[in-house]
């Protein structure tokens, strides 16, 4: 089993914090009929030190903002560092991201990435760096704005096990390291980090030029660029964050 209970708790817990700090939902104390079946996790995010109660209202502490932020900190880095591995092409051992800055639209750019000859092995590389699976198919639901927290009955669908288990299928079904074999899986990450730091250096020297063509900047960014992602080049590194529990149960 790849989601377990905790990990429904904390992806439900995540969702929640987001509504209070950053969209200013106000859940009750007293709930409403739809948000009542929430009420359990609330009580629990409360006894563990992760929401108060001002007036009759919750309200997310320091140390729920802590566990939030440090969410954030590693679906940042899930944007910026993991889509490079959703499309490869394994008997070519190509990246789709290669041929990044060909294409003059996006409408082109998406199409070309939509080839079949293109497969996502994020999967694979978070197993293999021991990232959780289904924290990172989670946070590309996020992404894709699976959650949609202002339908009717959301709620229910996030207690429910319905999306919980698609996430399991996904996991289930996805590429793993075993199926690609130790040194593919260790290339395809050698290749994958290499190619995305030259996007980003790429990216800031583009960026720089277009601000302000000034020579002297340009070489800054880029070496603080490359600077800050050079340990991203071992297959093996995985940022302090990661190792951190979202919530403490």
Known sequence: MFVSDIDKKNFTSIILLDEILNKNRVFNTIANPDDKILEPLFIELMAKGYLSVSGNKYSVTKKGEDAF???????????????IFSFVDLEKGEFAFSRYFDFKTDEEWNQFKQSNRFDDVRIAVAIFKKIN????????????????????????????????????????????????GDDVIKDILSQGNTLLIDILKEEAARAQEENQNNNYQEETVIE?????????????YVSPFWLVPLFLW
């Open 224 to 236: 603080e660029t490359t600077t800050y992602y050079e340990p991203y080049y071992d297959p093996f």
């Open 133 to 180: 699976p289904a924290e990172i198919v989670f946070m590309s639901f996020i992404n894709e704005g699976r959650f949609d927290t202002q339908s009717t009955g959301w709620q229910m669908d996030i207690v429910s096990n319905v999306i919980w288990q698609e996430i399991e299928h996904i996991c289930e079904t996805a590429i793993k390291p075993e199926d690609l």
């Open 69 to 83: 932020e440090n969410f954030m900190k590693r679906y940042d880095e899930f944007l910026k560092m993991y889509d």
